[in-house]
């Protein structure tokens, strides 16, 4: 597929089949987040993969908008050693959009489950609680869980309405572009 059929094609998908994802494809999605540039090349992540059905439910309820992990066969939680970098958020979402845009490539369809400043209830983070769940250590910092498989719905791919032109300025902010 044409790169710019893949950017306009992914949508988030958030219910999937029951049909496992393929050793080779997971690490091909390993592969591409390992791709990512990141700053001063740190690469300061952690990929966690999770296909275990129980684990899958336990991080489904890790906040309000994981429950689409609860059908989903492979999740891989996006993590990084804050030690190593002090811009580890963005490394590790460059890696993790880099996941989401191979996995659409190789067929399959995932979401982003934000984890990081997203509290699980009132007392606890969402971050404490796939911490403990999956036994994170303290100096590695969860951003977020890509939700991955083979879609069960099916999603139009974006249309022109996403170019906001009135976004985008010429020289000086404000100056229209077009
Ligand atoms: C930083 C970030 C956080 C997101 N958090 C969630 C989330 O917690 N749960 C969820 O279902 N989708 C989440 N999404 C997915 C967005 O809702 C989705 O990308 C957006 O609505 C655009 O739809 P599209 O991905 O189909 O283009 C997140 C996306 C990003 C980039």
Redesign the pocket.
Known sequence: MEFFDVIRR???V?RFQNKPVPRELVEKLLQAAFLSPSSFNRRPWHFIVVDEREKLLALSKA?L??S?LATAPLAIVITADESRSDVWVEDS?IAAEHIQLAAFDLGLSS????IRN?MHDERRTAEDYVRELLGIPENYRVL?IIGIGYPAEN?PP?GDEVFEWDKVSLNRFGKPWK
């Open positions: 992914r949508r988030s958030r906040k908008g994981a689409g979402s979401f982003w489950v934000q997203r977020c999603k974006h």
